[in-house]
């Protein structure tokens, strides 16, 4: 598959803010220019836009069908086999297409063994309605489970990764996967636009990136030496501080990257970011601002963004 995919959460979510235009006349043009520009990694979610982001793919891939490598995934509310099969065939339904390249389970549930939801898996495998599984949000424990679970691989894990999010690097997720021929999707991998240098404490996104603790005033002040890395190596390069943080997620190894994107232009930069060659000393220069980047979240940063959003 393609380093660079493409993220779907943003078509028909309300969350995200950009319209009924954009789901239905945008959507379709964002991933026809993917495929256009050898981008066949397209992430979607049964429960992105309660099944309208997974139209829209299903909509846009028309006549392309062979030409994508779709992933989508099973929220699991009460995954046990049955359901977990009968979602399966919702999501292909709404794909239009008979096979699911990558189903995934979108988040662990802790009440339902992963042996249980992993059955539900095999059945579709099994049917031929599923080629590959993997799982999303899972720990490096609960990722080795599902797979002693599955008895098969289980090829991929869908976690938050960026030069903002580094938790798959200390939790050896990363390492992981480079070690045993899994893949890290990392989603999430511009920190929702945070790390295209754009925002500002005077001009932050709203709707869904309004709850994102990284758009406080307080980060994006923090996310200063980080920003100055990537404008500086953008300039080097002759790109945008987006595509080089696009670029230095795709050169660690086995590590994919779906952005979102709003416009087909987004699009374009984003696949050309596949292209970009860091250096080594970029590279580790991206890192050490990375790793010195502190941004205050968690229960440290609720009160604040609580504070944000109230209208006085
Ligand atoms: N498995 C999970 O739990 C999970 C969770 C979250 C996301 N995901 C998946 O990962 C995908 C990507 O994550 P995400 O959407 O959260 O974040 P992202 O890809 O880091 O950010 C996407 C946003 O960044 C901005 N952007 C995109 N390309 C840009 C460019 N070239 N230059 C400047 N800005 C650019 C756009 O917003 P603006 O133009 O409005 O600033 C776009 O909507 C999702 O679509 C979804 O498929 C999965």
Redo the contacts with the bound molecule.
């Keep these: 598959m393609s380093a660079i995919g493409?993220?779907?959460?943003?078509?028909g979510s309300m969350e995200?803010?950009?319209g009924k235009e954009y789901l239905e006349k945008e959507a379709v043009e964002i991933v026809h220019r993917a495929l256009d520009l050898g981008i066949d990694l397209i992430?979607?979610?049964e429960i992105?836009g309660f099944g309208k982001?997974e139209r829209a793919v299903g909509r846009a891939l028309e006549g392309r069908r062979d030409e994508a490598f779709i992933a989508t995934?099973v929220f699991p509310v009460l995954p046990i086999p049955p359901i977990v099969e009968q979602r399966g065939r919702g999501s292909a339904r709404r794909l239009e297409t008979d096979r699911i390249d990558l189903y995934?389970i979108?988040?662990p549930n802790p009440l339902v063994p992963i042996g249980m939801q992993m059955q539900g898996m095999r059945k579709l495998q099994d049917a031929g309605l599923v080629k590959h599984v993997g799982v999303?949000?899972f720990s490096l424990g609960k990722w080795k489970a599902a797979e002693k679970a599955h008895g098969s691989p289980v090829i991929s894990n869908?976690?938050?990764y960026?030069l903002a999010c580094r938790g798959p690097d200390h939790s050896g997720l990363t390492a992981h996967a480079a070690q045993n021929d899994r893949l890290i999707?990392?989603?999430?991998?511009?920190?929702?636009?945070?790390?295209?240098?754009?925002?500002d404490a005077t001009n932050a996104?709203g709707g869904?990136?309004a709850a994102n603790s990284l758009f406080l005033p307080e980060n994006l002040e923090r996310g200063h030496e980080l920003i100055t890395a990537l404008r500086e190596v953008a300039k080097a390069h002759d790109a945008?501080?987006?595509?080089i943080a696009?670029a230095w997620v795709i050169k660690r190894k086995n590590v994919v990257?779906?952005?979102?994107?709003?416009?087909v232009?987004?699009?374009?930069?984003?696949a050309a970011?596949a292209d970009i060659d860091l250096t080594e000393d970029e590279d580790a220069r991206l890192t050490t601002a990375s790793d010195n980047f502190r941004p205050i979240q968690g229960a440290a940063a609720l009160p604040k963004i609580i504070r944000k959003r109230l209208p006085f």
């Design positions: 493409l993220g779907c959460w943003q078509f995200w803010g950009y992430d979607t979610a992105y982001s995934k995934q979108h988040q999303s949000n869908q976690v938050q960026s999707i990392a989603y999430s991998p511009l920190a929702q636009g945070f790390l295209s240098a754009k925002y996104p869904v990136r945008t501080p987006a595509q696009l990257a779906i952005p979102g994107a709003s416009s232009a987004q699009l374009e930069k984003n970011a």
